[in-house]
């Protein structure tokens, strides 16, 4: 089956340091295996999640912020099997690249995932996409027989930004605040929306909530986004699994109890 999981969906400092939502980035089943920003916990919730992190194809980190990059080193030892062997990608935004060593650079083949460089992983075609003031992060484009699958990483709204996800079938977007916070190097509801209508994918999914976002509920702040522009939204939670044929979402059993309220 065609997925992605959602190994964590945290986002911002506080969340991160007091794991109110995991960490761990996404995990997604495509044509290859390959996780998407493993954050600090990301090794423990693939494991967690049932999913085998010596199965990975491929590591991607859209920039230098510790929610994004911490697990990368790890998840290549299991990618590499105990670094026994060279095996994989690991595809890095430029300001990324000194934040895994040497040696586990050494074990893999090494993309820098600049905006708009398209490379393969395996049979797996991805593109990097631009992002807007979040210090040289990439979003990343998953050209994948199951549809088009799209991330924004951190970023920013900019109207320069919607021609990079135009024919996504599902759209994930970093949500960190509510619609009553506005930042200018983060999405809130209210840009999230702005990109979802020009973009209008089959599915969109927020992710990557911070403090007030958790506070407010994501699930609220979802039904907002579906009501304003007519395409479906959901708040991942954690250990949420999205199927990608049906885009129908489950939870597994064996995922914490304050994950499945909204909280
Ligand atoms: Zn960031």
């Not at 939670?237 to 064996?254: C, H, I, K, Y």
Request: positive net charge; hydrophobic residues 40%.
């Amino acid at each position: 089956m065609a997925s992605i999981t959602f190994l964590g969906t945290g986002g911002g400092r506080f969340v991160i340091l007091n794991q109110r939502r995991y960490s761990g980035g996404l995990w997604l089943d495509l044509e290859e295996t390959v996780a998407m920003d493993p954050g600090p916990g990301a090794l423990i919730r693939a494991l967690q999640f049932k999913k085998d992190p010596q199965k990975l194809n491929g590591v991607l980190v859209s920039h230098n912020h510790i929610d994004h990059y911490n697990d990368a080193e790890i998840l290549v030892e299991a990618m590499t099997r105990g670094m026994k062997t060279k095996r994989g990608t690991l595809a890095l935004a430029v300001n990324a690249l000194d934040y895994v060593s040497d040696y586990h650079k050494s074990f893999v083949e090494l993309i820098t995932a600049e905006p708009q460089k398209k490379f393969r992983i395996g049979s797996l075609k991805i593109e990097a996409l631009p992002t807007s003031n979040h210090g040289g992060a990439v979003g990343f484009r998953f050209h994948s027989k199951h549809g088009e699958i799209t991330c924004t990483a951190d970023t920013a709204y900019d109207k320069e930004l919607v021609k990079h996800y135009k024919g996504s079938k599902v759209l994930i977007m970093n949500t960190i605040f509510p619609s009553s916070k506005e930042i200018d190097v983060h999405l809130n509801t209210r840009t999230a929306a702005l990109l979802l209508k020009a973009v209008r994918p089959k599915l969109a999914v927020l992710q990557h909530f911070g403090m007030t976002m958790l506070n407010c509920g994501p699930e609220k702040e979802a039904k907002k986004i579906e009501e304003e522009t007519g395409i479906r939204t959901i708040a991942a939670r954690d250990g949420m699994e999205l199927d990608l044929e049906t885009l129908a979402e489950s939870m597994p059993v064996n995922v914490r109890q304050s994950c499945l309220g909204s909280y």
